[in-house]
């Protein structure tokens, strides 16, 4: 197009400027849903849409209406995402909100997925289950890309981990936490002790120093760990424990202090209570489980499983150090005590020439204390071969 003037040049480039200007808003607000794509004319300063009510045609929209805007894809009478039947082998479905059933491979019970595209050919899954009774509202996360899908991956949180007294995460079920400080936000009081939601019902009671009483439960878990027990800043245990399972699945637990054996173990010596500030994490199996039905309801069934066996310990053995003997006796008794031992056979004699101690349940113990109460009377003789711990 030629121009007469460079005026007319310039005004022309104004008019197709605003011209532009006004297709643009036009353009914006298609986009944003709330124009028909027939309409036309100058649209002035209309604000862009933040949400969908928003939306001229939308303003008074029913749920179903909304769900056009892919808003959940059932009735008026639930906002009901689309369901994937297949989540695992999924992978061509957009952005959006889903549920899956409870028969989806790789997935838990039932629940909803929430889906988003980082471009054409990467995605991310979260799965957030709301059914399977103690698996409710766990979490599991997936990714895709170039043709290529992760396994579900679940994720450890308060519902399926516990933190034991040493602020190690392990793997969680019916929990107990022994000890008067056992409580938090996860574990409920329960007597002498607390349990978390999957232990309901369990309690216990401190029946004097150092023997507690649990009952609720079938015993210890089926399978895994049973025990985890408090520990110093240096990594030692600061207390060991026995336990012992009736016939209806209590569990009466015993916590011994720790002391250092003559050949250097460490074994249990008399019995405490659970040291302040710290907790015995007992794990249990309970009479029983919550799952779901073919139906894709939750339903409480018996536990068949069996318990585990109790927790047994090494306990301190009363031994005498050879040098205490010595020690003890004044020199007129040692000198006899050499004469009269020298008769005895030498195999008892070279027992006791080798050894650094002499443990109470041997039969050396027993040839020494025959020997010394003959000489100098019981009292003398439990005084000379007391025990070194």
Known sequence: MAYDTVDQANQHTIETLEELERRA???????????????????????????????PKFANASRSEM?????????????????????????TSPSGLYKYPTDTPGLAGAGVIIRGYWNANQFVD???????????????????????LTPWRKHWDTGNATVDSNGFIKRASPIFRLG??????QHKLAGAGAANDEARGVSAEHVETGIYRVSGALGFAAEDWRAELPRGGDGSKLCLIETETSADGTITVRVYSIVTDPL??????????????????????????????????????????EPQAD????????????????????DDEAEVFETEFG???????????????????????STLRGMIVEQWGETRADELLAPSL
Not at 32 to 51: R, Y
Not at 180 to 185: F, L, P
């Open 25 to 55: 808003r036009d353009l914006v607000n298609i986009l944003k849903g709330g124009i028909d794509v027939g309409q036309s004319g100058t649209l002035g300063d209309l604000a862009l849409l933040d949400n969908a009510t928003q939306i």
């Open 67 to 91: 769900q056009k805007f892919g808003v959940g894809a059932g009735g008026d009478s639930a906002v009901s995402p689309p369901i994937i039947n297949d989540a695992s082998a999924d992978v």
């Open 126 to 148: 979260i799965a957030v289950q709301h059914s399977s009774g103690s698996e409710r509202g766990q979490m599991r996360t997936r990714a895709y890309q170039n043709d290529e």
């Open 180 to 185: 008067s400080t056992a409580e938090d936000g």
């Open 264 to 305: 250097g173990n460490r074994v249990a010596h008399e019995l405490i209570d659970v040291p302040d500030g710290a907790f015995v994490t007992l794990r249990l199996l309970m009479p029983t489980t919550k799952t779901i039905d073919e139906e894709g309801n939750e339903i409480e069934v018996e536990t068949t499983a």
């Open 311 to 330: 927790i047994t310990v090494d306990h301190l053995r009363s031994a005498t150090y050879k040098l205490d003997v010595w020690d003890r006796m004044t």
């Open 343 to 365: 008769n005895v056979g030498a195999k008892l004699r070279g027992m006791w020439r080798d050894c650094r101690y002499v443990d109470h349940d041997s039969p050396l113990f």
